[in-house]
């Protein structure tokens, strides 16, 4: 009866797998109908389970940053990383350090996430295509761009264009540019703040 209470506890609110017996909390099943509800609650469940493929891709399926309880060797999983930032592009920062040089992966987190971004390696940060993909679904993800692609008039015009405001974090050159400001203040107000007004 006790796993039967806790069972339907967990369907109902995957993070009820916190008030469970450690006895239940490494509990496959149990573990798994958690983490279907709340991938988070991956933070709960065993050590070993943290380990088991199959239950961290559940996790990190329904909830990228659920990646961040995994074991380390499935951080260093490329499968596994791939799962996460296409669910939640921040799951990025789980990554170990070479998987944050994968294009594909970073690739994948940007589209997601435009913000996932800050969580690249610099020479990806360099990238145009990552940058613009990240951009264009966040123009704030121009913040982590490289400092030459803060001074490339396309990826700006492109990011004030989604966001005015972005138009802080461009090089002077392009604050100065009066298209890029038009865009940039047509979009946001605000921005007036970061155009130069000469």
């Known amino acids: 009866i ?15 797998l916190e008030d469970a017996s450690s006895e239940l909390i490494n509990d496959r099943e149990i573990v798994l109908a958690a983490i279907t509800q709340n991938g988070n609650a991956l933070r709960y469940a065993r050590k070993g389970l943290k380990k088991n493929r199959k239950i961290v891709l559940a996790a990190v399926t329904q909830y990228g940053r659920a990646l961040e309880y995994a074991s380390k060797e ?7 990383i791939l799962a996460a930032v296409t669910q939640d592009g921040t799951a990025l920062q789980y ?12 690739l994948a987190a940007v589209t997601q996430d435009g913000g996932a971004l800050k969580y690249a390696n610099d020479e990806l940060k360099n990238d145009r295509e ?17 400092q030459g692609l803060k001074n490339d008039r396309e990826i700006v015009l492109a990011a004030v264009t989604q966001n005015g405001w972005t138009l802080k974090f461009a090089s002077q050159e392009l604050k100065d540019d009066r298209e890029v400001a038009l865009a940039a203040v047509s979009q946001n107000g605000r921005a007036l703040e970061f155009a130069s007004q000469e």
């Open 2 to 16: 006790k796993n039967c209470l806790v069972l339907t506890a967990v369907t109902q609110y995957g993070c009820a």
């Open 74 to 80: 499935l951080k260093n999983d490329r499968d596994f």
């Open 95 to 106: 990554a170990n350090r070479e998987l944050k040089k994968n294009r594909e992966i970073v």
């Open 130 to 146: 990552i940058v613009l993909a990240a951009i264009t679904r966040d123009g704030c993800a121009l913040q982590y761009a490289s």
